[in-house]
């Protein structure tokens, strides 16, 4: 290799490491999930007028869950923890925008859920005072904190796309949750007209879930690289042209 076509390589390669960069921002969030969704505001990329590409967006949750189940039974008997049985989760969903009457949806990904799984516990028989901290009521609150991570490269191109030159971004969380209830022993209480039952007076199992709280904050890190001016690129076509005239006259 020559003198000149080592200077060449070797301000190619400083050009390559000196283009990359990193820019952060940090959301926080604070909603009752089962009161529906929370709009956060982020600001997307900006490629400052097509001189920098994104090539790579991290997201970074720090997720903090709080939910108070407060159970009361109006059956006749007694049942204890373990004969019957309630599911609940939650799944939550980061929307990158609204839906505005645009063409297509935004994109939108999951980055984390909280889940209590066969939550159980003893219960009177009903006292006939609906409401109150009696036998026939229990009480619990969980709790649950997690980090996530999530990274969009160019296999990702909507996501990247959907980040890239919006300004500020009206992004949408929220989630989807589910209920599932079970017998384990059926204590074979009378089943209400019409199937559905009537509080107090018709035999069930009631579930209220007082205010469910997910908060905490995320941070996106938006990986880019610099895209060179033609002026830029100039004395690099001049270099590997004097290259190439030094080696024709050896």
Known sequence: MSKASLVLVLALTASSVASAGTTSETVQFDYDPF???TELVLNGFDTLG????????VFEFEHNF??????????????????????????SVLQLGTVNGG?????????????????????GAYDGVPGNDGPDSYSETFTDA???????????????????????????????????FYW???????????????????????????PFR???????????????????????????VGARRRRAER
């Open 103 to 123: 063409e297509g949806d935004p994109p939108f990904f999951g980055p984390g859920g909280f889940f209590i799984s066969d939550f159980s516990a003893d219960l």
């Open 50 to 57: 097509g001189t920098r590409r994104l090539n790579r967006a």
């Open 184 to 210: 384990n022993n059926d204590p074979g209480w009378p089943v209400p007209d019409g199937f559905f039952p009537e509080y107090p007076t018709d035999a069930a199992i009631w579930l209220t879930l007082n």
């Open 146 to 180: 997690f980090s996530s991570l999530l990274e969009f490269r160019h296999s990702d191109q909507a996501f990247l796309d959907a980040l890239t030159d919006t300004g500020p971004l009206t992004t949408v969380f929220g989630g989807f949750s589910e209920l599932f």
């Open 214 to 240: 997910h908060f905490g904050e995320f941070t996106i890190n938006y990986h880019y690289t610099n895209v060179p001016s033609p002026t830029a690129a100039a004395p690099l076509a001049l270099l590997g």
């Open 35 to 37: 009161a529906g969704t």
């Open 66 to 91: 709080s939910m108070e189940i407060y159970l009361e039974s109006t059956g006749p008997t007694a049942i204890s923890q373990g004969d019957y049985g309630i599911n609940i989760g939650f799944i």
